[in-house]
Structure formats: C-alpha cells, structure tokens
C-alpha cells in the first residue's frame, strides 16, 4: 500500500527533523551564522548564539526570543581556549547536552600575498584554525558523553582553489577541510560526525557584496560562478539543516560545496 502524505510527513521528520535538538553556532551575531541560528530556531532548535561582539549578539538574542525560539546568548573570542571551553560548558549546563555544533566564526583580510603582517597572519590564523579546533575539541568532548552529535564547520571555496588576495584565509580554510577529514575518522565509530560546508560568494553582510553593485570584485565573483549570482543566506540553510539531522547519518568527512558551481568549473 503506498504511503499516505501523513507517513509520508512522519518519514520527513524523522529524517530531517531537528525539533529539541542543542544547537551552538559561533560567529551567529550576524551574517550567516544568525541566519543558521534564525533558521534552526524556527524549525524548533533550541539554539546557543555567540560573538565577540555583545551589541551584536544582545540584538540577535533579543530577535530571536521575539520569534518565540529558546535561545541563549554566550560571549565567546574563539581565539581564546577558555572562551570556547566556558561556550560548550555553558551551553551543557543550560540545555543539558549539545547535538550540533556550528564552528562558523571567521575573518579575513583581502590583500596581496606579499604583504601580510604578523598582527594580521594571527589574527585570521587564531580565529578561523585554531578558533574552530576550540570548539570542535570541546564539543567532541561532551558529545562524547553522550555518544554522539554532528559537528559541522564552515569552510570555503578557498580551502580547496586558489584565490588571489585571500593567501591567509585559503591556508586556514584549507586547514578547516583537513581537520573536518580527520576528526571525522576519529570519531567515526563513536557516534560524532564531522562534516564541512564550504561556501563560494554569498550575498553577506560584508562591504562590497550587493548584487547590484558593478564593481572588479563583483564583476569577478560572477564571471567565477557559473550560476553568475551570489548565494542568498537562505540557501545554504539546507546543507547546514541536513548534516545536522537523522538524513546524514551515514555521511562524515565530507566537504558540501555550495558555491554555484563555483568549484567545478
């Protein structure tokens, strides 16, 4: 007998389904990461934000919490290891356990290869490498407890082509695929899956990026993107809601490209 649209529903949810489940996302006080946590609150998460910035995150706390979504805020510098161990502290001894754990903050410089400074080599290095290790070590750690979670980084492009102007912030990203790679066979019998989505150009927050602008940089982010557009941050809501849920258990070490066809061409 063929399924009725209610079993057919019921399979979807249990799939895809992330209703009740902890979800941390570092860098979430803007940008992608405050649309992740918008979107996973709305689907019934109860969600940790976290940002260096406290008026950032004050605001995305509080227009979360107007949409009726659980959610807490936590001032976390993934550049600090006791930062990112009081982050997966706090958001085990308010919700009890995390189940998804977003690495997702991150900078960048756009300059010539030649010309970093130190000051700028570690800023970029410590938040997007040795930030996203903080996280993911301390949420393996709880996870572990429980036997289980999804950690999911946010990668780019970058981490796997080369990209002028962006030398530091391709090595980390780089280094983002390796670690996802190979935390992902470390804990692969243990119940942790690891998985990376990596972005081409989005339509962010950042300076520059409108679709409507005409400028170099606009002009070659759409002559490298076959779709000849920018990613909208709704569309990146399903790869990230996906290795998230029951529908990848059997997906880790994985890099998801969401870039327009960016990679492959």
Same mark, same amino acid.
């Given at each position: 007998?063929?399924d009725?649209?209610?079993? +057919?529903?019921e /399979?979807? %949810?249990?799939? *895809? #389904? ?5 979800? !941390? ?7 992608? #990461? /405050?649309? &992740?946590?918008? !979107?996973?609150?709305? &689907?019934?998460?109860?969600?940790? +934000? ?6 950032? +995150?004050? #605001? ?7 949409? #009726?979504?659980?959610?807490? =805020? ?9 930062? !990112?161990?009081? +982050? ?7 919700f009890g ?5 977003? !690495?997702?903050?991150g ?30 070590? *301390?949420?393996a %750690?709880? $996870?572990?407890?429980? =036997? ?22 391709? =090595?980390?990203?780089?280094?983002v ?5 190979? $935390? ?7 119940g942790?899956?690891v ?10 927050? $950042? ?5 409507? &602008?005409?400028?170099?940089? %606009? ?9 000849? /557009?920018?990613?909208n ?20 070490g994985?890099? &998801? ?7 492959a061409?």
């Amino acid at each position: 007998m063929p399924d009725t649209t209610h079993n +057919l529903t019921e /399979r979807y %949810q249990e799939l *895809f #389904g992330i209703d009740g489940k902890v979800v !941390c996302i570092s860098g979430s006080s803007r940008g992608l #990461g /405050r649309s &992740l946590a918008t !979107c996973f609150g709305r &689907l019934g998460a109860k969600v940790v +934000l976290s940002s260096h910035n406290d008026e950032e +995150l004050a #605001g995305a706390e509080a227009e979360l919490a107007g949409q #009726g979504i659980e959610v807490m =805020a936590i001032r976390a510098d993934v550049r600090s290891h006791d930062d !990112c161990k009081e +982050l997966i502290n706090g958001t085990v001894g308010r919700f009890g356990r995390i189940d998804v754990m977003v !690495c997702n903050a991150g900078t960048d410089i756009i300059k010539p290869a030649h010309s970093y400074e130190e000051p700028e080599w570690d800023e970029i290095v410590d938040t997007n490498l040795r930030g996203y290790y903080y996280c993911a070590k *301390f949420s393996a %750690q709880a $996870m572990l407890d429980r =036997a289980g979670g999804s950690i999911i980084m946010t990668s780019s492009v970058a981490g796997s082509l080369g990209v002028p102007g962006l030398t530091v912030y391709a =090595a980390t990203k780089g280094g983002v695929n390796q670690l996802t790679r190979t $935390m992902a066979v470390e804990f692969a019998d243990r119940g942790i899956r690891v998985n990376a989505v990596a972005p081409g150009f989005i339509n962010n927050f $950042m300076d520059g990026v409108h679709p409507n &602008l005409d400028t170099p940089y %606009q002009r070659r982010a759409m002559d490298l993107t076959p779709m000849r /557009r920018r990613g909208n941050l709704s569309e990146y809501f399903g790869p990230y809601i996906f290795l998230a849920s029951p529908a990848a258990s059997f997906v880790t070490g994985e890099i &998801l490209y969401v870039d327009g066809g960016y990679a492959a061409s």
